[in-house]
């Protein structure tokens, strides 16, 4: 009789060594990745304003390399259609010198410090952040407007001129409705380009390489380092402070805000909101 009697199968004991080996190739879970980005806002919202301002500056002045980047590829590519894609890799430069270098980046803190926020929605939290995007956006302008003057003296090659005056010329001559739609693209993908970086680890370069290449080729508008582009032209007398402002540049920022901020930053809060805590 004990025969016709079935023994529950006893499950295996789980292996500690390919445990540990399945959560290591496992891919971080979105509760995770938004804690490691919410602390790391809340510890650029705890800098003081001193240090918000020399590294804001260092980073307007680090993105004229995108500028300079893609003007050096312009002048040597020869005149083919495919050379736009090679070109716009070097867009990637003064991306790759601010992020990698952990300087403050206007954009990247449209996702950032807006975690800490969200956490926690106190007026001492929102002014905090504002506070922060103040600071870190004119800082990033002083030092567009100061990397602008070093690009007209002989620190730069004449013949990268041409290619300079093209790229800035375009990119602040879309008229202000597209600069705003296209700085939307912008946004969305700097702060996808923040969300990805807990996952890549040291593949961090190739990230921001990616995310900033595409940014170029897709064309879309970048508040800061189209700041270096539009003091270029200010600087040298082809641009005013007036249509700067209303045809470029707060037209481009508030695209930006709104593609990094209210759609990217809110839909990743919101997949990972019933999540939070639990890991």
């Not at 990119?171 to 600069?179: H, L, R, W």
């Amino acid at each position: 009789m004990d025969d016709l009697i079935i023994k529950p199968k006893q499950e295996p004991r789980p292996d500690p060594k390919r445990e540990a080996k399945v959560k290591q190739a496992s891919p971080l879970p979105s509760a995770i990745i938004y804690e490691i980005i919410r602390r790391e806002g809340e510890e650029e919202l705890s800098r003081s304003s001193r240090s918000l301002i020399w590294s804001g500056i260092a980073a307007g002045m680090m993105m004229s390399f995108s500028v300079l980047g893609e003007a050096i590829f312009r002048t040597y590519l020869p005149d083919v259609r495919h050379a736009y894609l090679i070109e716009n890799l070097g867009y990637s430069f003064g991306f790759l010198l601010v992020i990698m270098g952990r300087l403050q980046l206007f954009t990247e803190n449209t996702i950032t410090t807006v975690f800490p926020f969200l956490a926690d929605p106190k007026v001492s939290a929102f002014v905090a952040t504002c506070r922060l995007w103040a600071i870190v956006l004119a800082a990033n302008v002083v030092g567009a407007f100061a990397a602008a003057f070093v690009m007209h003296t002989g620190a730069i090659s004449e013949e990268f001129r041409p290619a300079i005056q093209s790229l800035s010329e375009h990119a602040t001559g879309m008229g202000g409705t597209e600069s705003f739609l296209r700085g939307i693209p912008a946004g969305i993908l700097v702060a996808a380009m923040v969300w990805s970086m807990p996952q890549a680890n040291t593949g961090r370069f190739f990230v921001i390489l990616a995310f900033t290449w595409l940014i170029a080729a897709g064309d879309f508008t970048h508040i800061i380092a189209g700041s270096v582009e539009m003091a270029y032209l200010i600087t040298n007398g082809d641009l005013t402070f007036g249509p700067a402002l209303t045809g470029f540049f707060l037209p481009v920022l508030a695209g930006n805000i709104v593609g990094g901020t209210a759609v990217f930053t809110m839909i990743a809060y919101g997949q990972v909101v019933d999540d939070i805590g639990r890991h």
